[in-house]
């Protein structure tokens, strides 16, 4: 089971009702795009981090955690917009182009730091509480279309597939001192995709046999709440 799979049914708010725990997440989303407030950021930042930790009971040290992996991609995808060579106002010499960055360009990353970092705060809410069953049982009462819900269960069920394929792949390859050195961590993580590709074809392949031997009619059973 995925760590955030397990809190999502052992933390203490999972009971509360996963529509409105939906749209408060998307609500908390769409403020976040609209306003470009430092102050409402980190708030927001801050107040979801509390419920999740002192209401919900997340474990912090993981909660840290989760919020860790993407930082790597925020702090990458802010360079475009901090660092400038049209006349910065803190610079180095790099081939006879000043390379660095302006004052005015330095608040804007840090608004934009804080505005992903707060949306992705209020996905990880919605993750680590809710239960994904009753959250897809809760959209066919609210009469979403029945293929959409058997699509989105589909690929959260395929998340937990894949997953569990490239662990397998990915321990074999270190059992045999694939990614020792950086040479052999580089063609380790091509054949890595390689095999994972064909092994989740294959999965898919077994699975068509599984439905044909039940008889399976073109719809999914998902429980009700």
């Known amino acids: 089971m995925l760590l955030i799979d397990k809190f999502a049914y052992t933390n203490r708010i999972k009971h509360w009702d996963p529509a409105l725990k939906g749209f408060l997440c998307l609500s908390i989303i769409i403020l976040q795009i ?8 980190i708030g927001t930042f801050f107040l979801l981090s509390a419920v999740l930790v002192l209401i919900a009971k997340i474990p912090f040290k993981p909660y840290y955690k989760l919020i860790r992996i993407p930082l790597i991609f ?27 960055f302006k004052s005015s ?18 996905l990880l809410f919605f ?34 597939i894949f997953l569990e394929e490239m662990t397998i792949i990915y321990r074999a390859q270190v059992m045999r001192g694939g990614y020792d050195t950086f040479k052999n961590s580089f063609l380790s993580s091509s054949l ?34």
């Open 34 to 41: 609209s306003f470009s407030n430092i102050y409402l950021h």
């Open 74 to 100: 925020i702090l990458l995808s802010l360079i475009p917009v901090f660092v400038t060579t049209n006349n910065p106002d803190y610079y180095i010499n790099l081939f006879n182009i000043r390379i660095g």
């Open 105 to 122: 360009q330095f608040y804007s990353a840090l608004v934009l730091f804080f505005r992903v970092l707060a949306s992705f705060s209020s």
């Open 127 to 160: 993750s680590l509480t809710t239960p994904m069953q009753k959250f897809f049982a809760r959209l066919i009462q609210l009469k979403f279309p029945r293929v959409f819900v058997e699509i989105t269960a589909l690929v959260y069920r395929y998340i937990f």
């Open 192 to 225: 890595l995709m390689k095999s994972l590709i064909l092994a989740l074809f294959k999965r898919q392949e077994e699975a068509d046999m599984y439905l044909e031997a039940r008889l399976f009619e073109g719809d999914f059973y998902i429980g009700e709440l």
